[in-house]
């Protein structure tokens, strides 16, 4: 199947540092969305890309999709305890209300 | 603020026994899903449904699973007979395009 594979797996940052966490797929994407999941909670929607090269900024996170469409990242800036969580990219499956195929996501922590 | 509601929020079953979950979606939504995630590991897709059937669904969803829209609010997923390695995080969610809205989730242990 297309699989979405994210980077690293575990991040662990003292608080006030950048982090980045990298999404890959071996296909190309005709979109990317992103969403955090709180320790114990469900997948709560941050963004979707569409675009080649697109960059969308919400407050310290920057998110971009590559020009070949078959990468994104998300940045944070200075990070802070309330980033705590995972951060997951996914691939909605048609350029509409379908599937969606997670990536593995990233599990963020932050050292006080 | 609209969300997803999901009972019960912890369910636990012996295996070989039928559970129904259940999740009231955001009203206006047309897409719902099912979605579980395994403890530490992904969110991994179901199914789908749209118009009272189902539009696609993963190889996880055999025919131990089945969903459900009994009325004009309630989406249920029952699994017939199930196993221990059916225990996990059950999302639902309904979607409005761009974004799915994920209910707070139903933990199942199987023992």
């Not at chain 1, 994104?72 to 309330?82: G, P, R, V």
């Not at chain 1, 990219?89 to 932050?110: D, H, M, V």
Request: net charge neutral; aromatic share 12%; glycine share 8%.
């Amino acid at each position: 199947g297309q699989q979405v594979m994210q980077i690293p797996q575990y991040q662990h940052v003292q608080e006030g540092e950048d982090f980045t966490t990298y999404c890959n797929s071996s296909t190309t994407l005709s979109n990317i969305q992103w969403y955090k999941q709180r320790p114990g909670g469900h997948p709560v929607f941050l963004i979707q890309l569409v675009k080649s090269g697109e960059v969308k900024k919400q407050k310290r996170l920057t998110f971009q999709f590559g020009e070949a469409k078959k990468n994104s990242s998300l940045h944070i800036t200075a990070t802070q305890t309330t980033d705590v969580g995972t951060y997951f990219c996914a691939r909605l499956s048609n350029f509409g209300n379908e599937k969606l195929t997670f990536g593995t996501g990233t599990r963020l922590t932050i050292i006080p | 603020e609209p969300e997803v509601t999901q009972t019960p929020s912890h369910q636990v079953t012996q295996m070989g026994q039928e559970v129904i979950l259940r999740c009231v979606p955001i009203s206006n939504h047309l897409y719902f899903y099912w979605y579980r995630q395994i403890l530490g590991q992904k969110v991994e897709f179901l199914v789908s449904f749209y118009n009272n059937e189902i539009s696609e669904k993963s190889e996880i969803f055999d025919d131990q699973f089945s969903v459900e829209r009994p009325d004009g609010s309630n989406f249920t997923l029952k699994i017939r007979s199930t196993k221990l390695e059916d225990s996990a995080m059950y999302f639902c969610a309904s979607g409005a395009d761009p974004e799915a809205f994920f209910g707070q989730g139903t933990r199942l242990t199987v023992v």
